[in-house]
């Protein structure tokens, strides 16, 4: 939305080769393209100059509020990007939809709540002055860290013998969903639990006149941080090189003698792992109750849907494109229509894939 | 073909004894207690007829859909909208019940139509993912938009006059059940069923030999979208109420383990499936010492999710499938329609379609 390039322009991978001759085909194929572009810049026009009687206003008029909204945008995108970074990256290497990715992330949020309120002694009302960094750092690491096991277990023992039955994995790790999401309804119970942020973080800045969570800054700089790790993980280790290989051709990578099983046992561990950083950033930022295991999935699978399954790249602009209609939507539809906000998510999703049906940065399987 | 050999064709032993069942389910109400034909059969054969669309669209299309609850629930949401007068929620256009059932299965034919045209350039998991994206969106569209239903939904909805005693309903429901079965057979061997196998096996050569391969794929979740809609206007008669919790995530799950119980890509199965899934769903707390092994209502999903999980870890092609494999062991291969349509291979290995790699 207020992402420049990021609108979709490109011509989608030919299907039926010979459409590309008859010049009627080759304009209804850079319709969805058109269409986006113009879509594109009627919302920019829209959001700058005409979108008085929202509850925003006009970002010429209402400069503050124009920013604010922008930095929501960008602090859930960050959210966003953690939690599908290791569903993308699974599928990337492997090929496997992993469907349990919510549940790994209620489960790891549920959790850290738990190691949390053991660590600060209270279960209820804990002020954000009583958490310390470490209270909050030891549960996030606990969380994440048996997710990951959690994860890895699935792999070893549901996964790894059927792999390329990408199908049969999806449906599996659904059929997983639905036991853990009981499971984790008869641990943890059916009431919404939070974890605290630490008092450390949690103050109001000014922006522009406007108060503004600096815990929301604190969640972007973890994403940041995240996104950088994984980068230097991926680019500058041996690991990450094998990696890499592998989403491009994993039949070359075996051939060249290296232990496939370890990388993917690994990968599955790592995506794992960020689901769980993902749900305890998320219990954070607005808790854990049942049923948010199913909202994250949902989140994964649109951002990397929009991104393009099993790219990072696609990652970061799926989570940047979603988050901003997430944060803009009810802010700038006007007042009667602010319930019409999914349909901008469903709108974001349909112009995407009619010009590019893989994703923006995706490629077919 | 000879007349005689059309005759060994429709007497074969699968469609002797499905017509011995259809015949036995028709006789069923003057035997079984009023319950369970209200309730358990009639809510069979509502979501076997649902989940044999995600048959069809599996077993033809090799599309695994998860938006078919979401269609069989806005079914439901029109009809309410429509045949409503008053209510504290709802358009309330307070139309005559058929008329009402026009529109909703008019709506929900169009809606079929606009998203299977979205999603007919993608396959397989893709197919998979994005289905689901629909069915979460269409549950917060139902949830968030007051106008036509909000958190709450529509309550207080009646059905026709015509369908005032519940035994019709499942009459109704038997007969759609009868229909859609052997019509989505029937569609197998038609020009348009057997082009929409060739685009499931090689959508590139489909498309090299000239046909429209999004087009085929379009029209087949259309046509899934207008049967899931017949099935949902029953249950909304069924159930004299809709909300959105009704479609959202965990039912959306369970209509797709139905089908996955039953086999996914026998038409049977769905039947058979909806059947197992709403006899244990009712009569599993009153199985003596099952609470001692912790197994009570409240866990009913644990069950049901381990069930599932068996059958994908067994067999991907679900009880059907077992069946089929059981009486292949036996040395008396099943000369069914599946068998004609060169389907033999799907016995001991999932076809690559279907369940694995393409």
């Known amino acids: 939305m207020t992402i420049p390039g990021a609108a979709p322009s490109r011509e989608d991978a030919p299907e039926g080769i010979d459409a590309r001759r008859l010049t009627v085909s080759a304009v209804v194929r850079r319709l969805p393209a058109w269409v986006g572009a113009a879509a594109a810049s009627g919302v920019v026009l829209w959001v700058v100059f005409l979108a008085e009687g929202t509850p925003a206003g006009s970002a010429v008029g209402n400069p503050a509020r124009f920013v604010v909204t922008l930095l929501d945008a960008v602090t859930f995108a960050g959210l966003l990007f953690v939690a599908a970074s290791g569903f993308t990256l699974i599928f990337g290497l492997m090929r496997t939809v992993n469907m349990a990715h919510g549940s790994l992330f209620l489960l790891s949020a549920y959790l850290a709540i738990r190691v949390q309120q053991a660590m600060v002694g209270r279960t209820r009302n804990i002020d954000p002055a009583d958490v310390r960094i470490i209270d909050w750092l030891v549960p996030l690491l606990v969380g994440a860290t048996v997710a990951a096991a959690v994860g890895l277990v699935i792999h070893q023992v549901f996964l790894q013998w059927n792999e390329g039955q990408e199908l049969r994995q999806a449906l599996i790790t659904l059929a997983i969903t639905v036991v853990l999401a009981d499971q984790m309804l008869r641990e943890f119970g059916g009431l919404a639990q939070s974890m605290v942020w630490p008092g450390a973080v949690t103050h109001f800045i000014s922006i522009m006149g406007q108060r503004y969570a600096t815990t929301r800054l604190f969640m972007l700089a973890v994403a940041v941080l995240v996104g950088i790790l994984l980068w230097l993980w991926l680019t500058r280790t041996r690991m990450g090189m094998v990696i890499r290989a592998g989403v491009d051709d994993r039949q070359m990578v075996r051939g060249l003698g290296i232990n496939i099983r370890l990388v993917f046992a690994t990968t599955f561990f790592v995506g794992s792992f960020l689901a769980g950083v993902g749900g305890v950033l998320g219990a954070s930022f607005g808790g854990a109750a049942p049923g948010t295991d199913g909202a994250w999935l949902l989140n994964s699978l649109v951002v990397v849907i929009i991104g393009g399954l099993g790219s990072i790249k696609g990652a970061i602009a799926g989570s940047l494109l979603y988050g901003s209609v997430v944060a803009f939507s009810p802010a700038y539809l006007p007042s009667q229509y602010s319930f019409y906000a999914i349909i901008v998510t469903f709108a974001l999703l349909a112009l995407v894939l009619a010009s590019r049906p893989y994703g923006l940065f995706g490629r077919p399987a | ?358």
């Open chain 2, 1 to 358: 073909m000879t007349e005689a050999g059309m005759r060994s064709r429709l007497l074969t032993r699968t469609n002797a004894a499905l017509a011995a069942l259809v015949v036995f389910l028709i006789v069923l109400p003057s035997l079984a207690p009023a319950f369970f034909i209200n309730f358990v059969m009639t809510q069979t054969m509502m979501l076997g007829l649902a989940a044999a669309t995600i048959v069809f669209l599996a077993r033809y299309g090799g599309m695994i859909s998860l938006a078919q609850f979401l269609l069989f629930g806005v079914a439901g949401f029109m009809f309410g909208n429509a045949a409503l007068e008053s209510g504290a929620r709802g358009l309330n256009l307070g139309w005559g019940p058929w008329v009402a059932v026009v529109f909703a299965l008019a709506v929900t034919t169009a809606v079929a139509f606009l998203l299977g045209a979205l999603a007919a350039r993608t396959t397989g998991i893709y197919f998979l993912m994005l289905t689901l994206v629909y069915a979460v969106i269409g549950f917060f569209v139902f949830a968030q938009i007051v106008e036509i239903s909000g958190p709450g939904g529509i309550t207080s909805i009646g059905r026709p006059d015509l369908m005032g005693p519940p035994v019709r309903l499942y009459y109704t429901g038997l007969a759609l059940s009868v229909l859609a079965y052997l019509g989505f057979k029937a569609i197998g061997r038609t020009s348009f069923g057997r082009a929409l196998q060739g685009v499931r096996d090689d959508p590139i050569r489909m498309a090299s030999l000239g046909f429209n391969v999004p087009l085929h794929r379009t029209l087949a979740f259309t046509l899934a979208g207008f049967v899931t809609g017949l099935a949902g206007i029953l249950n909304v008669w069924w159930n004299g109420q809709i909300d959105p919790a009704s479609i959202s995530i965990g039912p959306t799950l369970i209509l797709l383990i139905i089908a996955v119980i039953g086999g996914i890509s026998y038409f049977e199965g769905a039947w058979l499936g909806a059947f197992v899934y709403v006899v244990v769903f009712t009569y599993l707390r009153d199985l003596p010492l099952i609470d001692r092994i912790g197994i009570t209502e409240a866990r009913f999903n644990t069950v049901i999710g381990a069930v599932v999980l068996l059958i994908m870890v067994l067999s991907p092609e679900g009880l059907a499938g077992i069946i089929e494999r059981v009486r292949h062991r036996a040395g008396r291969p099943a000369r069914g329609a599946s068998a004609r349509t060169g389907r033999r291979t799907a016995v001991r290995r999932p076809h690559p379609s279907r369940i694995g790699e393409a």
